[in-house]
């Protein structure tokens, strides 16, 4: 089993949608967890980070961690075209040394 | 603002050829990385690097060597290129004084291979 799964999509919305991008993970140990962005011919840009369980909110954008069923979520309200992009969980190994990642799902938001 | 900058955008080689991805960073970052980036299969760990001189095999150093010779920069060799190592190359940085930090990626150099 991959340590990070995330489901590839493409995902396609209207804009205003609100769009949950989903991962899970399957070491329990995993305590940090990261949402990169990555706009085309780009390289992945920090969106969110949480540690542990919970929420965190910045803007239209909500990252979730549910450590009970080794699940994270990131969550885009009233979606822009502009998020049209490509969306990657990621998490650090146990040692703290590597950035584990999702294989990313690409999101096309249409005006 | 950190800045990661690599190179190329763009590579054409020849199989067989040796391959130098060059790549600098200007925040004083101590770690290092490299990645290769494919469809279906995402970022993948290739090397990293938490300081001049040192280097740490990633999930797929096979074909690939790097050096680190000063703190600012850190290279990709590819000895013999083969056509498998068509891909997307990406670079990233970070603070070392924490563990768990935020990695700083350039923009990719798309490297294919003949």
């Known amino acids: 089993q991959k340590e990070v799964e995330q489901d590839p999509g493409p995902l396609s919305v209207p804009e205003g949608a609100i769009v949950s991008l989903n991962c899970t993970y399957s070491n329990s140990a995993f305590q940090y967890f990261m949402w990169y962005r990555q706009y085309s011919r780009k390289g992945p840009e920090l969106l969110m980070y949480?540690?542990?369980?919970g929420n965190k909110e910045d803007g239209r954008f909500t990252a979730q961690v549910d450590k009970s069923s080794k699940y994270i979520s990131l969550f885009i309200r009233d979606s822009q075209p502009s998020d049209s992009a490509t969306y990657l969980c990621a998490t650090f190994n146990q040692a703290g040394t590597a950035l584990i990642f999702g294989k990313g799902t690409t999101l096309s938001v249409s005006s | 603002d950190v800045k990661v900058t690599q190179s190329s955008r763009y590579l054409v080689k020849r199989t067989g050829e040796k391959v130098f991805l060059e790549c600098v960073q200007d925040m004083d970052h101590e770690n290092m990385f490299w990645y290769r980036q494919d469809p279906g299969l995402g970022l993948r760990l290739i090397y990293f690097s938490y300081d001049v001189k040192m280097k740490e095999k990633g999930d797929i150093p096979e074909g690939y060597s790097v050096s680190r010779e000063k703190k600012e920069r850190f290279s990709l060799i590819l000895e013999s290129a083969s056509t498998n190592q068509t891909s997307m190359y990406l670079c990233?940085?970070?603070?070392?004084?924490?563990?768990?930090?935020?990695?700083?990626f350039g923009p990719g150099t798309r490297l294919t291979v003949l």
């Open positions: 990233a940085s970070s603070l070392r004084e924490r563990a768990y930090n935020e990695q700083f």
């Open positions: 949480t540690y542990s369980s």
